[in-house]
């Protein structure tokens, strides 16, 4: 009997001591809600707004923010992704995982302030039509210019047009293959045999 | 009194468990996480009960499956003996059956309206199961139900894109040329990663005698990949795959959930009897793949995940099945704690790991992942549980720690198309692909887990294109080696291209080639590539 009253305590404190493990998983969500107190003073002095994502992660003005949200029985994950003048970035975006309890557990930003890309689509549908026609490794007969991407790569300040295309590879052509295409080159900068099968 | 300090104590011990970090739950204790089901559509699913929407008559799951045919017949009164009524939920045009996310379609994303079926026509176009009317029919039904049943469980679906499915597709379903249609007898999912304004597609392929289409299972299978790819909100946990890796247990872990998905809404522990009679490698009234335990290899861990010289890499599907058999473990230990939520919650505990894995997760990432949901939906009642199955099935965890880190040799190899044929070239911004003749040796006496070799490169000279590539458990002693002369020979190696462009000036380009596995110290071989 009297070991149950010696194991409480210590019960107590493990307790408390996990508490603070509870914390240390909502650190994002903190240096969101000090990003909010800082950035008020500046943007509304009169009222209290609560900020954009773009003004929580410096998003440019000229990138366009799409969000996603997955339910899960653990919580909810936020995906937001990017584009600029409706074409779509590959290769950052931010995923924030909530708690059920709507406490934020996991922030994952690899969203970067790149440089506005100038998109001119007559040059682009020059460049299509260009790559189409060259024969090489990838037969390219479903490439059109409105499947245009931006990628963002490691190790690049600026993110660079491409083409998003299905095609047919001479050295395995029974695989289909999706492409991605430096516009104005032709470089593959991605490959993806991505299927799954019965 | 007793009583009372009994109760402070289990009171404590209750806070303890559900406030460390990711355990704290709002609802709290098991009977609130039950009644977050919502269990009258599980109840009816689980009955085939589907009432809401214009009324179809089916054989569910498929004629050899169906509760309704004791024996396969194929006798059109057995057939029709065998329909059962199931609603048709959201359809919402009079020209197809389709609603603001699911497209059903035959060859292509542009077939024209006299090969689809209209919502009124619904009876007519059920009454011959090799016609694909009656695979369009089934195809709204299974996607729409094995939907809200995944929905009933807590979860939700990507619906940011529309997913066409294809019932006899093309090889490519953006074509509308039916004279491409394919001679495999397969069926896809293609999330179309690569390409964000392109829908989503379920291909099924195979004008044959035992349709995949008329079989409920396979879109379900199908359906369960695009299931994982929400769950994980697109994380990439098979990122590999995705990009060509011709193995990985992440790819193994993607085909067990997609089959237990199917296996465990269907409860029937197996997938693929109505498929498979059109294989005849398979043996009469045998599934494609199974749950349960059949007398085969596929009970042990060892027997489908070891490196052979003779056979190279594990085979995917065989992997996948052995992790179904150990879920399925699983969901009958659940099953046996409550016969009417059990499997349910067996479901829901499964798949919320899935929420948890990181980008090419490991099966060792997949288990400890399963341990956690259990603690935070089922307060870890099931962890000793979990971990001893996957004891029993010969799991090695990470396995015995080694001292040696394993050998590596790599050479680069180049190759390029010229007038329609593969060459091989100087690995350099000539080639449009260079690969890696690749020598790998485990050195110690203790196996080696999850060997994988990978491209580690922040130069943007250097584009990977196959980033990693898995081994599986290479034996003390034992090597793995990929070379020869031909582009073919080196489908299990890695692979980039060099970008002279991105490289500044600079004349050559700098990476790592990484091996790494659960237990031996890493290897890094530091390489550089003349541009
Ligand atoms: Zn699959």
Redesign the pocket.
Known sequence: MKKFWLIIPIFLVWFLSSEKQVESFSKPSESVLQKETALSPETQPTQEKTPTPSEWWGVQRYHEIQTESFDSPLGRTLVYSFSQNGVPIIGMNIRLKERSDGALIEEENSYRPISEIPIHRNVLEEQATHLKSQSGRYQLDGLTADSLVILVREGLKEGELAFATSAVDKARPGVPTQLLIRSDDGKILRKSLGR??? | MKLHLAHTALFLVSLLTTGCGMRRSHSGGLEINVQALNLQTLRDFRLDRFSQGPQAYLVIPNPIDSPQLKAFDFSPSAFQHAQVAVGLPGLQTYSALDNSFLKIRVHSQFDSSDLLVKPQELTSATSNIQDPKYSQVMAYHAVSSISDYVKALGFSIDQSRQLYVMVRSNTNPEQSTTSQTSQEINAY?VHNTLQPQKPRYIQLFGDVQYPLGADRDVYW??FG?LFNESISASRGIDDAGEKGAAFTEAGAI??CL?DYLSETASQKGYIGRWAARNLSDIKPNYPLRAALSLNDSKNRFSSVATYQTSQGVPEKYDVAEWCTRVLWDIRSQFEKENKETGAFLSDRTIFAAVGMLKKNASLVDFKNALLDSDKSLNQGSHVSFISNVFLTRGFPDRGTPLGQPLRLQATAVGFKEFNNQIYSVTPNTSADEIFFSIAISNPNSGTARNVRAQIVSSDPAVIPYVDFQAYGDLAGGASIRITGTQYKDFLNSVSLALDKRAASGRARARFYLKVSSENAPETTLPLELGL
């Open positions: 799954k099968e019965f | 999912y299978h199908e990949h993607h085909e997609a």
